[in-house]
C-alpha cells in the first residue's frame, strides 16, 4: 500500500503501529506511515501494516500495489486539478513551494503540478500485475473508471467485493465505497 503525501507524518509515537498517519474516517481506515523510514521497508514483514510513499517506493516493482490518490488530485469542470494546499505539512517533495508562490504564483503552481502528477505516476506504475486505486474525491474515481474501460483494462472492483484472480495482468481497479 502507498499514498500520495496529503497526511503529515507524526512524529509523536514514530515506529508505533498504533498510531496512524494516514485517516480516511468515512472507511474506518487508519494506517501508519513506513515506520523508521527504512530501505528496506518494502520488504520488510511488518509492511503489510504500514503505508509506502514515492520516497520508499520510487524505483521498486510490486506484483500488486494499492495507492491511495489524497486529496492533492481531483476531477473538477472537465480537468485533472493538483492541490498543492492540500499536501501534508511534512511533505520535502514542495520545500519552499510557499515562498515562490508569492513571488510567482504561476511558476509555483506548475512546479507543484508536476511534482504532484510525478508522485501518482511513479506509485501507479509500482504494481506490475495490477493496481489497486483509492481516490479521496468520487469525481476523479468515476473520471479514472472512464478513461480505464475506454482503454478496456479495467476491471472495476466495488470497496466491499473480493479482488478478482490474480492471474489477469496489467489489470487496473478503481475501488471506492459507494
Same mark, same amino acid.
Given at each position: 500500500? /502507498?499514498?500520495?503525501?496529503? *497526511?503529515? *507524518? $507524526?512524529?509523536?509515537?514514530? &515506529?508505533?503501529?498504533? /498510531? =496512524?498517519?494516514?485517516?480516511?474516517?468515512?472507511?474506518?481506515?487508519?494506517?501508519? *506511515?513506513?515506520?523508521?523510514?527504512?530501505?528496506?521497508?518494502?520488504?520488510?514483514?511488518?509492511? /503489510?501494516?504500514?503505508?509506502?510513499?514515492?520516497?520508499?517506493?520510487? &524505483?521498486?516493482?510490486?506484483? +500488486?500495489?494499492? /495507492?491511495?490518490?489524497?486529496?492533492?488530485?481531483? =476531477?473538477?469542470?472537465?480537468?485533472?486539478?493538483?492541490?498543492?494546499?492540500?499536501?501534508? $505539512?511534512?511533505?520535502?517533495?514542495?520545500?519552499?513551494?510557499?515562498?515562490?508562490?508569492? $513571488?510567482?504564483?504561476?511558476? !509555483?503552481?506548475?512546479? !507543484?503540478?508536476?511534482?504532484?502528477?510525478?508522485? +501518482?505516476?511513479?506509485?501507479?506504475?509500482?504494481?506490475?500485475? &495490477?493496481?489497486?486505486? +483509492?481516490?479521496?474525491?468520487?469525481?476523479?474515481? $468515476? =473520471?479514472?473508471?472512464?478513461?480505464?474501460?475506454?482503454?478496456?483494462?479495467?476491471?472495476?472492483?466495488?470497496?466491499?467485493?473480493?479482488?478478482? !484472480? !490474480?492471474?489477469?495482468?496489467?489489470?487496473? =481497479?478503481?475501488?471506492?465505497?459507494?
Amino acid at each position: 500500500m /502507498v499514498a500520495g503525501y496529503c *497526511w503529515d *507524518w $507524526k512524529t509523536e509515537g514514530k &515506529g508505533n503501529n498504533n /498510531v =496512524y498517519d494516514i485517516s480516511i474516517s468515512d472507511h474506518d481506515f487508519f494506517m501508519s *506511515w513506513n515506520l523508521n523510514n527504512t530501505t528496506t521497508w518494502a520488504i520488510d514483514p511488518e509492511s /503489510v501494516e504500514q503505508a509506502g510513499c514515492i520516497h520508499t517506493s520510487q &524505483g521498486l516493482e510490486f506484483d +500488486y500495489v494499492g /495507492v491511495i490518490i489524497g486529496e492533492d488530485l481531483r =476531477y473538477e469542470n472537465g480537468r485533472i486539478m493538483t492541490d498543492p494546499f492540500n499536501r501534508a $505539512k511534512t511533505d520535502k517533495s514542495l520545500t519552499g513551494f510557499k515562498s515562490l508562490y508569492k $513571488k510567482n504564483k504561476d511558476e !509555483a503552481l506548475r512546479i !507543484a503540478d508536476q511534482i504532484i502528477k510525478n508522485t +501518482y505516476r511513479t506509485l501507479m506504475t509500482r504494481g506490475m500485475k &495490477g493496481c489497486y486505486v +483509492y481516490c479521496m474525491d468520487p469525481d476523479l474515481k $468515476k =473520471y479514472l473508471i472512464q478513461r480505464m474501460i475506454r482503454k478496456s483494462k479495467l476491471v472495476y472492483i466495488p470497496y466491499s467485493e473480493q479482488p478478482i !484472480a !490474480a492471474e489477469q495482468s496489467a489489470t487496473y =481497479y478503481v475501488t471506492n465505497e459507494e
